[in-house]
């Protein structure tokens, strides 16, 4: 094993992929397997319900083979000829589906003043544990913990999705958080992108305060690079930005809402929309190929006990202080948002999901189920909510030809529930186990092994 690892850190090392400040790696082998389930790496799952992640509905009664890392076989159970030397595990009343592929996701929580924590930590084993086997983060205040924590994982010393990782937050300086990249110009922005393109950084975002020109420099570089932007808009609205030849718009319409006010808001209450301007932005985005990440958070539905249990002293005193204090009513403006991604969805727009969790104890893992469950409340169907979240972010990050669905030939990174949430997406929270590569993990050590430290660590 300590070979393995060696090799794979000399091979990283020569590729110059590995930064200085991992000569002596974080975490281990040895870290990692203590997070194993039980179950050989050569195994078929028999008598399962099959979610295959494209959107076709769910077939009964299958068994899938997992062999060298890799779907090997998917049919019915009767029938399947099962190759020698491969374990059978029995799972009836188990529904299989591909792992979940997250495109908003935060390695932070929110500390105060302004500032993020890295969860490095807590965050990457329960998103894990949730069944979330890629994510794609979405802004981060420690670039470098991230780009170092992808690395980690990548080369099996710590227990985590496979990370997609954005760099800094993009933003101008009149209404900046601590930890952002303060851009004013084109040639800063092309200058910044060159930067975290050359650290690791695959993806880049755009935040509320940015300038046009800060933006036009920063999207020009990343095409330059084959690199996608995406954006939390404000300064620059939803409009500017397609035309910008934004690639991604993060928490879907919500940024958008402002510019499709029917007339001037009487400072209250914002103003009505109007549905011609709608439309016409649904079609502009659907032309310029514009995919939006969709975060339905959950925030009026209080933490589990078992969400609490996870959550640091402090991080929890903070939740229950804010869950407590009064609030303003946003269920009008979200139900619109719901509204039209269903229009943005008909008239053939790409909605992929994220669960923002970063605060307001939204906690890795836990919210993304939330976020599928929301979509369903929405009026989504179940079995469309469970492509956005598999194969339909596969396909935004290139990657659908090796996960996303599942498929003979493609990597096991498959979850286990108990239950079906292609009818009740509720059962999409009782996972039982999560295969990366074919590595089988026990969500519940996972879990147990962070308790009390998010919000912290
Ligand atoms: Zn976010």
Redesign the pocket.
Known sequence: MRACLSLATVAAAALGFLHPALATPPGSLAEVSQFAAPVPRDVALVDVNVIDGTGSPARAHQTLVIKDGRIAAIGPTEGLRIPTGVEQRRLPGRSVLPGLVML?E?MMYFSGFRVWHSQAVSFPRLYLAAGVTTLRT??TDVPMTDLNLKLAIDEHRIAGPRMFVTGPFFNGYDDHFLGDDIVRTEAEGRREVRYWAARGATSFKIYSALSHDAARGVIAEAHAHHLLVTG?LGRIGCREAVELGIDNI?HSFQACLAELAAGAADGQAPAPPDPAKAAALVRLLVRGGVVLTT?PASLDRPLSAEERALLHPTALGNYDAWFARPREESGAAQDYVRTLERQFIAAGGRLVI?S?A?DHGQIAGYADHHALEALVDAGHPPLSVLRMATLDGARFLGIDGEVGSLAVGKRADLVVIAGDPSRTMADIEAVELVFKDGQAFDPKALRASVRGLVGWQ
């Open positions: 908003h935060h979405a802004g939390h993060e975060t994220g923002d970063q």
